[in-house]
């Protein structure tokens, strides 16, 4: 039987591998992944846990997205129930976008991507 290595500092690399248990945890990360799929959706997330923001102004906070992009990638989120898309009844129409309680729920996982970042970006570039 195999035995883990260095994958991470709470692991102990005498411990068996259950190999069922490994892919068990890889579906569901897997159907996380392509949830938040590509560039720009958790730039997106990013910007929306600032509060409620207008097309324009998210688009203004995300260097280099088209508008086409945005507007794909906000319907996936709304279609996935992290993002809630508002229409106000007023002259012009405004539209806003905002995190749902369910989008939320990401926050800690967004925290934890920023610290390893952060430490990623020391370590490989020295910054």
């Not at 129930?81 to 106000?88: D, M, N």
């Not at 995190?99 to 990401?106: A, D, E, F, K, W």
Request: overall charge neutral; charged content about 30%.
């Amino acid at each position: 039987m195999e035995t883990q290595t260095e994958l991470s500092p709470e692991i102990d690399i005498h411990t068996p591998i259950d190999h069922s248990e490994c892919r068990g945890m890889i579906l569901p990360v897997r159907d996380a992944l392509d949830i938040l799929n590509g560039k720009w959706k958790l730039p997106i997330i990013v910007a929306l846990t600032f509060g409620t923001k207008r097309f324009s102004q998210i688009a203004k906070e995300i260097p280099n997205i088209t508008d086409k992009m945005l507007a794909k990638e906000l319907r996936e989120l709304e279609m996935n129930e992290l993002i809630k898309r508002t229409v106000h009844d007023s002259y012009p129409v405004v539209i806003e976008y905002s995190m749902t309680p369910y989008g939320h729920s990401l926050e800690k996982v967004i925290e934890e991507l920023r610290k390893w970042g952060i430490q990623h970006r020391k370590r490989i570039l020295g910054k």
